[in-house]
């Protein structure tokens, strides 16, 4: 059983069309800027809301 799982696999690997090295760098580039912009749109968002909910303790 795990004999064939384990062929099966690396049939399937050999199937797989692998990305260029300048593709790879590319994408992870994107992948890359997508999460820092993500991440400060995020920490923008939680400072607003921070200080609106400090706003509303205040009162």
Known sequence: MIK??????LAELNNV??????QGI?????V???MVV????LGF?????????RSLLTL
């Not at 064939?4 to 696999?9: G, I």
């Not at 590319?26 to 994107?30: F, N, P």
């Open 38 to 41: 993500s991440a400060a749109v």
């Open 32 to 34: 890359f800027i997508f």
């Open 17 to 22: 069309t692998w990305p260029t090295r300048k």
């Open 4 to 9: 064939k799982y384990l062929r099966e696999s």
């Open 45 to 53: 968002m939680d400072y607003l809301f921070s200080l609106g909910i």
């Open 26 to 30: 590319r994408i992870t580039t994107i």
